[in-house]
């Protein structure tokens, strides 16, 4: 069965500092992955995915099939950051694809 | 585009009463998806149409739930006999097909509590 765990319920760091949010998955096959961000009072949007390779925001994240894991990460966390994350595991065996989500991770950042 | 937008915000309604939400997904998205999500979780998929074709169902979606995509645009779910348990957040999004795995993108959601 496919699954993505997300250890942290709720991380708090200061402004300034780094920041990793966790992310692991189980699945059998190349696995397509995902982060999407909600913001207070906004719509859950995509942040990124694994197979673009690109930075948005300043997150950046790299999938490591050996660990399993599909981290999220940014080097100096801004105010702005604060938002609930998810980690979201496309299911190929889906015909339409769907995602299956962690239970996601709250992200404080304190000035 | 405004995106994926979804009707009504929220729904109160009484045990036992039936609900219907409505989802208009981005024009020219030919998938679309329903989402439910509760209390400190993340959302669940329930349902898939590729066009007005309903593709795939989840075992989450009990026989009190029922979806329509009859023109291929917008979306109704339907829970009869609603439960205390249905009181969730159910979001829509939508993708297309034009690339395999394209991003889905949510609405707002429908937030349905059951008194």
């Known amino acids: 069965a496919q699954r993505v765990t997300q250890p942290e319920k709720l991380l708090s760091v200061f402004k300034g500092a780094p920041v990793e949010l966790k992310c692991n998955y189980s699945?059998?096959?190349?696995?397509?992955l995902f982060w999407y961000v909600q913001y207070s009072r906004q719509r859950l949007q995509l942040l990124l995915r694994?197979?673009s390779r690109e930075s948005i925001k300043g997150f950046t994240a790299d999938l490591n099939k050996g660990e399993t894991s599909f981290h999220l990460k940014k080097p100096f966390a801004q105010e702005e950051d604060s938002a609930m994350y998810y980690c979201?595991?496309?299911?190929?065996?889906?015909?339409?694809?769907?995602?299956?989500f962690g239970k996601g991770t709250s992200l404080l950042v304190t000035p | 585009d405004t995106g994926v937008s979804q009707d009504p915000r929220h729904k109160i309604t009484k045990r036992g009463q039936n609900v219907t939400f409505r989802c208009d997904p981005i024009?020219?998205?030919?998938?679309l998806y329903w989402y439910r999500q509760t209390l400190g979780q993340g959302p669940e998929f329930l349902t898939y149409?590729?066009?007005?074709?309903?593709?795939?169902k989840s075992r989450l979606l009990s026989d009190r739930f029922s979806a329509e995509r009859p023109k291929g645009s917008f979306s109704t779910l339907e829970i009869q006999r609603t439960e205390q348990g249905d009181s969730a957040m159910y979001l829509c999004?939508?993708?297309?097909?034009?690339?395999?795995?394209?991003?889905?993108?949510f609405g707002d959601g429908t937030r349905l509590s059951i008194l």
């Open positions: 979201a595991l496309s299911d190929n065996s889906n015909s339409g694809y769907a995602l299956n």
């Open positions: 149409f590729q066009n007005e074709a309903q593709l795939e």
């Open positions: 699945y059998s096959g190349s696995p397509e």
């Open positions: 024009s020219e998205h030919n998938r």
């Open positions: 999004a939508s993708s297309s097909d034009l690339v395999a795995n394209q991003p889905q993108h």
């Open positions: 694994h197979i």
